[in-house]
């Protein structure tokens, strides 16, 4: 009968023996770790894993119109053009890309700035004292007649949602306007016609 009770309380014995271990094992890992505080401060190496991990190479956005300020002269080069200087507005950083100034005379599509250079050029950034320039050749169709404007419009890329108008320095007669990239150099910016 003993052997008996024996054999069926040794597995219980065992196994509460195992779970009492556990749990000390548990506790003594806790309770070593239990009187230190924790030091408030960052430590230098996380200051400089955190430093790290920020990036280098900050996302810069596409220039709006807004961001730019914009001013436009009257050039005699190719026939006569005008020559659209941008500047970053103070404290302003962005990218203007090298495509064909958007740019048009009135709200009817013909008076809208057509490409006269065949590829795009380099993006520019736009901060500080930077300026990108763009030629704008009101009349690159038949020499005979056209409509008469006294602004242009342009914004920093097609479809910016802010688009300003400026004042030309003469009325201009506009029939198939074409403009280059934006560009610079000043030099590069002179709309050839075809």
């Not at 030091?39 to 400089?48: F, I, M, N």
């Not at 020559?83 to 048009?104: D, E, H, R, W, Y």
């Not at 736009?126 to 320039?133: D, I, L, Q, R, V």
């Amino acid at each position: 009968m003993t052997i008996s009770i024996q054999r069926r309380v040794a597995p219980i014995l065992l196994a509460a023996t195992v779970i009492a271990l556990a749990a000390s094992a548990c506790g003594s890992g806790t309770a070593e770790g239990a009187g230190e505080k924790a030091d408030p401060s960052p430590s230098a190496d996380s200051a400089e894993s955190a430093a790290s991990t920020e990036d280098p190479y900050p996302v810069i956005e596409v220039c709006a119109a807004e961001d730019l300020s914009f001013t436009v002269s009257e050039e005699s080069q190719a026939g006569g053009y005008y020559l659209i200087t941008a500047t970053a507005k103070p404290g302003a950083t962005c990218i203007l890309v090298g495509q064909t100034i958007s740019a048009g005379f009135g709200s009817d599509p013909s008076g809208d700035v057509a490409p006269s250079e065949q590829a795009e050029g380099e993006s520019i950034t736009m901060s500080g004292s930077t300026k990108a320039y763009a030629g704008v050749n009101p009349h690159s169709g038949a020499q005979d007649g056209g409509v008469q404007f006294e602004e242009i419009i342009v914004g920093a890329h097609k479809g910016d949602m802010s688009p300003v108008s400026l004042k030309l320095p003469s009325t201009a007669e506009v029939d198939q306007p074409i403009g280059t990239n934006w560009h610079t150099d000043a030099a590069k910016a002179v709309p050839f016609a075809d």
